[in-house]
C-alpha cells in the first residue's frame, strides 16, 4: 500500500498537463503500476488522487454499505461515480492530463500542490491550498478533542 507524505509544487502547462512528483511515483509499491483514479474530494476544493489498487478498495467497501435495490443508494452511487478518471503518468516525465472539468471544479489553472495525505493525494490550486488548513490556533485543541481521550 502507498503511502504519501509532502508537498509538492507544481504548474499545469498550455496543454493541461502536470508532472506527476517523483517523490510521490516512488511510493507507490514496485508491484503496483502507475495508475491513478482522481476525483473532486466531498468536504474540500481540491482533486483526491488514489492508486488504482486503493480506490478498488475504498469502492467496494462502499458498496458493501449500500443496497442497489433502494433508489436512495443507486442514486447515491451514480452521483459518487461522476467526474472519476484515471490517469497513468508516462514512465519518462510523469507527465499526465489534467480534465479541463476537474480543473475547473477545483479552481485549478497554473499553480498546484501535490499534497500527500497517507493513503491519497490532494491536488490544489496553489492559492487556495493555505486558506483549507486550520490554523494553529484551531489545531492543537481539536487534536486534544480527537486524540485526548
Request: negative net charge; proline residues 5%; aromatic residues 12%.
Amino acid at each position: 500500500m502507498a503511502k504519501f507524505i509532502g508537498e509538492y509544487r507544481g504548474k499545469v502547462d498550455d496543454k493541461g498537463r502536470l508532472i506527476f512528483p517523483a517523490a510521490l511515483k516512488t511510493a507507490v509499491p514496485e508491484n503496483e503500476p502507475l495508475k491513478f483514479v482522481v476525483k473532486p474530494a466531498l468536504f474540500a476544493p481540491c482533486l483526491e488522487i488514489y492508486t488504482y489498487s486503493e480506490w478498488e478498495k475504498e469502492s467496494e467497501a462502499l458498496k458493501t454499505k449500500l443496497n442497489f435495490y433502494r433508489r436512495e443508494d443507486d442514486l447515491f452511487w451514480r452521483t459518487y461515480m461522476r467526474h472519476r478518471v484515471i490517469i497513468e503518468p508516462d514512465a519518462k516525465m510523469g507527465r499526465f492530463s489534467l480534465p479541463k472539468e476537474l480543473a475547473d471544479k477545483a479552481g485549478i489553472v497554473r499553480d498546484v500542490i501535490f499534497s500527500g495525505s497517507d493513503y491519497k493525494i490532494e491536488l490544489w490550486a496553489a492559492d487556495r491550498f493555505d486558506s483549507e488548513i486550520l490554523s494553529e490556533e484551531e489545531y492543537a485543541p481539536l487534536a486534544e478533542k480527537l486524540l485526548g481521550q
